[in-house]
């Protein structure tokens, strides 16, 4: 079980790491949109598109990563002062009655959305947009399926010992 907490934990942190670099892409291109634009008079629909592509990239897959790393916001006013163990049967509770079924729904929900995008093959409305908006949409598969996975490896995390818990995170981090 160990190793299979371990791939899910190395998948969603080397999806993180490569995700985050999309950050620094969005600003590089914002600034060519900007020069293209305004210093050049060369505006470009496909270029500011794949801004927005790279944000919601960013933030879909990403947030699996944020989790993991504790990163996401949460009311630390009752939970700080538990002890480990509640702290555990918190994140159990959590995991298996609000976070799986709120994945499970947007899977449910999703599905024909994206999966009439991709029939169509759904394409930008602007002139001179890009093509593949169906690939944006999938995004919102995408996401919930990542978190799911994280989920199932934090649940399971909350059932090992705190030492062999602190010993994972270490070996996700450090190789």
């Known amino acids: 079980m160990l190793e299979k907490i371990l791939l899910i934990d190395r998948l969603t942190e080397t999806m993180g790491k490569t995700v985050r670099w999309f950050a620094l892409l969005m600003v590089v291109l914002t600034c060519v949109v900007v020069a293209l634009r305004y210093v050049f008079n060369l505006p470009s629909i496909a270029l500011q598109e794949s801004v927005t592509y790279l944000h919601a990239s960013l933030f879909m897959l990403g947030a699996a990563y ?46 024909e959305y994206v999966n009439i995008a991709w029939s169509i093959r759904e394409k930008s409305q602007e002139a001179g947009g890009l ?21 199932i490896a934090e649940f399971a995390k909350t059932f090992l010992p705190d030492t062999q818990n602190k010993q994972t995170d270490t070996e996700i981090h450090h190789g």
């Open 131 to 151: 093509p593949f908006v169906y690939l944006l949409k999938t995004l919102i598969l995408i996401m919930p399926l990542t978190m799911l996975l994280q989920a």
């Open 66 to 111: 944020t989790w993991q790393q504790g990163s996401h916001v949460r009311v630390d006013v009752f939970y700080r002062s538990m002890s480990a163990d509640n702290q555990k049967r918190v994140d159990r509770f959590g995991i298996l009655l609000l976070l799986m079924p709120v994945c499970v729904f947007m899977l449910y929900s999703s599905w």
